[in-house]
């Protein structure tokens, strides 16, 4: 009775390990000029100019109230939606 609650144990915790080591693989990243990026600073550096883009435009038809949290907030959602539309 012992063997087989050890081996249920085992074999469990060997499941578990397996669902959790899948997201363990290899960052993808950017060979620049002989040094390697993580993809999520590129998506991070479009991001910026991409908020300093879209600031340009909205401030020609709309007063930003709380500019402090706006473009940081545009900023990740830019951010994490190129991310996710091109590394996922």
Same mark, same amino acid.
């Given at each position: ?23 363990? !693989? ?10 390697? =990026?993580?993809? +999520? %600073? /590129?998506? &991070? ?22 500019? !402090? ?10 951010? =994490?939606?190129? +991310? %996710? /539309?091109? &590394?996922?």
């Amino acid at each position: 009775m012992k063997v087989y609650r050890i081996h249920r144990y085992v074999r469990s915790a060997f499941v578990h390990a397996l669902l959790v080591l899948t997201g363990c !693989a290899r960052a993808p990243s950017f060979d620049i000029l002989g040094s390697f =990026f993580p993809a +999520w %600073l /590129i998506c &991070f550096a479009v991001a910026i100019l991409l908020t300093v883009a879209s600031r340009a435009i909205l401030s020609r038809y709309v007063e930003i109230a709380w500019p !402090a949290l706006v473009y940081p907030s545009m900023t990740a959602l830019f951010t =994490f939606a190129m +991310w %996710l /539309i091109l &590394f996922h």
